[in-house]
């Protein structure tokens, strides 16, 4: 499709989404801890979880840039698209493992929504980032494989029919799709900052048939690692859409608001915070635009990618901390909706795996982690 009929298509898009579901709705979904089941639902009914998807599968193949557009447009408009995000980008992990015809049948009701799969369960609680110390098995069986183990901080588990768990198998690191309703398979919500939902997730003996193996035993890293950079992009574009979401606000209240006879954005002490973090805005704004240009000509993206994903969480944090100064003390009433970004910006806060991507990717200096 031509370059400006797909901006059009998406600037479409997220303005039915945003109308229909204006940052009051985020407010309350947040509030309640909830999912944001409606808008869930319209997001599939017009196509977003299929813009990755080629057209065999039922998706529409708009593509990355589309799709990067789309998230950062919705978090622009004052929502939180991770779950969108997520149903979005999980079936290329299908796709690139080559999974078994049961699994890649799946493929056409991921592209509408009607079947979740919006988790991966990678994190352990004695692991951490240490994937090198799996303590989840995956042990074959006669009637295909059995897996034990733990997970914690799964985002959405209980709202995803399907759930990717990283296992370590004989040959090492393995994926499997399992059905959340599986026999052995417990979630206990683990209530955090934000609404992700996240939850821990126990796995007894776990019955999974062979058929629900994702790629090669022993390959399960590697095929999770080729989807980084688009996740990386993404988070990208969620955390400088909560940026502009903030400036916009902000700078309108500190064109409106009026103390000691004039708008308080008159005042240098209120308008330079706003215009370093438009710097900032800007700059990762163009991180992502490089990163996406980066991974469209197939040159290795891991680093860019990273800086952008840096540098977005750095403009969310500053905007954020602008429309703190802009809004005074109604920046802490959740009505202004600046309070509920802040929160939501702390999941883009874990900086180290990336800054050692840069280190070693960019700068060239040993791998450190
Ligand atoms: C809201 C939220 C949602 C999440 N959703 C999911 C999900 O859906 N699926 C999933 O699998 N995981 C999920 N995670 C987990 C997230 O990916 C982990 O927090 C992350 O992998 C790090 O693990 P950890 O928190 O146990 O930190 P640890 O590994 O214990 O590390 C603690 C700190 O030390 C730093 N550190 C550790 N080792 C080194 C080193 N060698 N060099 C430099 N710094 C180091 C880390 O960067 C971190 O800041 C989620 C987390 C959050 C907060």
Redesign the pocket.
């Known amino acids: 499709m031509d370059a400006a009929l797909l901006q059009q298509a998406i600037d479409t898009m997220a303005r039915d989404l945003l109308r229909a579901f204006p940052p009051e709705y985020w407010r309350m979904t947040d509030e309640a801890r909830a999912f944001p089941e409606a808008c869930f639902q319209r997001a599939g009914e017009l196509g977003a979880y299929g813009i990755l998807l080629p057209e065999e599968h039922g998706g529409t193949h708009l593509g990355p840039r589309a799709l990067a557009r789309l998230i950062r447009a919705l978090h622009a408009g004052g929502a939180d698209a991770s779950p969108l995000h997520a149903q979005a980008v999980m079936s290329g992990i299908l796709i690139r493992a080559g999974a078994s015809p049961r699994l890649m049948a799946l493929l056409p009701a991921l592209a509408t929504g009607a079947t979740r799969l919006l988790?991966?369960?990678?994190?352990e609680?004695e692991?951490?980032?240490?994937f090198s110390t799996l303590a989840t098995t995956a042990k074959r069986h006669d009637d295909g494989w059995r897996i034990n183990g733990s997970?914690?901080?799964?985002?959405?588990?209980e709202h995803s029919d399907w759930i990717i768990v990283?296992t370590r198998a004989e040959e090492g690191p393995t994926l499997f799709a399992v059905p959340r309703e599986s026999e052995g398979l417990e979630l206990r919500p683990m209530r955090?900052i934000?609404n992700?939902l996240?939850t821990l997730l126990f796995l007894d003996e776990v019955a999974v048939p062979d058929e629900l193996r994702i790629g090669e035993p022993g390959k399960g890293l590697e095929i999770l690692a080729k989807g980084f950079v688009m996740r990386r992009i993404l988070a990208a574009c969620e955390a400088v859409g909560n940026a502009r979401f903030v400036m916009d606000r902000a700078v309108e209240h500190a064109r409106t608001r009026a103390t000691f006879g004039r708008p308080i954005g008159a005042n240098q002490g209120v308008q330079y915070p706003l215009a370093k973090a438009a710097c900032k805005v800007y700059a990762a704004e163009l991180a992502i635009e490089d990163s996406l240009a980066t991974m469209e000509r197939g040159d290795p993206a891991q680093a860019v990618s990273s800086m952008a994903r840096l540098l977005a969480a750095e403009a969310a944090e500053e905007a954020t901390r602008a429309a703190f100064t802009a809004f005074g003390g109604m920046a802490l009433a959740s009505e202004a909706h600046i309070e509920r970004k802040l929160r939501e910006n702390t999941?883009y806060g874990?900086?180290?795996?990336l800054l050692?991507l840069v280190a070693e990717r960019y700068l060239g200096l040993p791998k450190?982690?």
């Open positions: 988790s991966v369960a990678a994190t609680p692991a951490g980032l240490d997970k914690i901080y799964i985002s959405f588990a990283l955090m934000t992700r996240t999941v874990f900086d180290n795996l050692g450190s982690l």
